[in-house]
């Protein structure tokens, strides 16, 4: 069963405050004043707390900073009485599905090179150390390419340029697209 990804809410405040409370969170992630930190996280578009459950029970939390239009960086905790029960490894694993998470297809954690769980999670579910960027006892983990059926977008040039002159739009995309736009596509 796969696990659930909520966007954070008040209801889940005490969970929040538990997790960033227990010291093992807080040696590894610096979150010093958890309000101000959840005031900042609720008002930008690019960063999102996620609070995951399973069967409805609270297990952990998911942080992710949309970095460009296709890079997300992570940081997840498990809660203390959920670890060593593979949780870590199931978030990890799970994200990359999450509404508001799936379109992207480059995913970076840093970790702390002694932190040893975290880095066996985060090579189970396939990231991969980059060792071109170590830095104050970090290492860098990347998941890539995760997803290759993804659109791709390619220039138009002498190449490709009848298939996009091919290109159709559906009725329901014609009121959504530039006037130039359909004139070229409705040219075919």
């Given at each position: 069963?796969?696990l659930q990804?909520?966007?954070?809410n ?5 969970n929040?405050r ?6 093992e ?17 609720n008002?930008?578009?690019?960063y ?6 399973d ?11 949309i970095?460009?239009?296709r890079?997300v960086?992570?940081a ?9 029960q ?5 978030l990890l694993?799970d ?7 799936i ?15 975290s ?25 890539a390419?995760?997803?290759p ?9 002498q190449?490709n340029?009848e ?14 697209m530039?006037?130039n ?6 040219c075919?």
């Amino acid at each position: 069963m796969k696990l659930q990804f909520m966007h954070f809410n008040n209801s889940f405040i005490a969970n929040i405050r538990d997790i960033f409370g227990d010291p093992e969170v807080q040696s590894r992630m610096s979150i010093s004043d958890i309000d101000e930190f959840l005031k900042t996280t609720n008002s930008r578009l690019d960063y999102f707390l996620f609070v995951v459950l399973d069967k409805g029970e609270f297990v952990g939390i998911l942080l992710a900073e949309i970095l460009n239009y296709r890079t997300v960086g992570i940081a997840y905790a498990v809660t203390r009485l959920k670890r060593n029960q593979g949780y870590g490894k199931r978030l990890l694993a799970d994200m990359v599905n999450v509404r508001g998470l799936i379109r992207y297809d480059n995913f970076i954690a840093y970790v702390d090179n002694d932190n040893l769980p975290s880095i066996r999670c985060l090579e189970i579910a396939g990231f991969q150390r980059d060792r071109t960027e170590e830095e104050n006892e970090m290492y860098k983990y990347v998941l890539a390419n995760r997803n290759p059926n993804l659109i791709s977008i390619r220039s138009v040039d002498q190449s490709n340029w009848e298939d996009c002159i091919e290109l159709k739009p559906s009725q329901e995309q014609q009121e959504f697209m530039a006037s130039n736009l359909y004139s070229i596509a409705e040219c075919n």
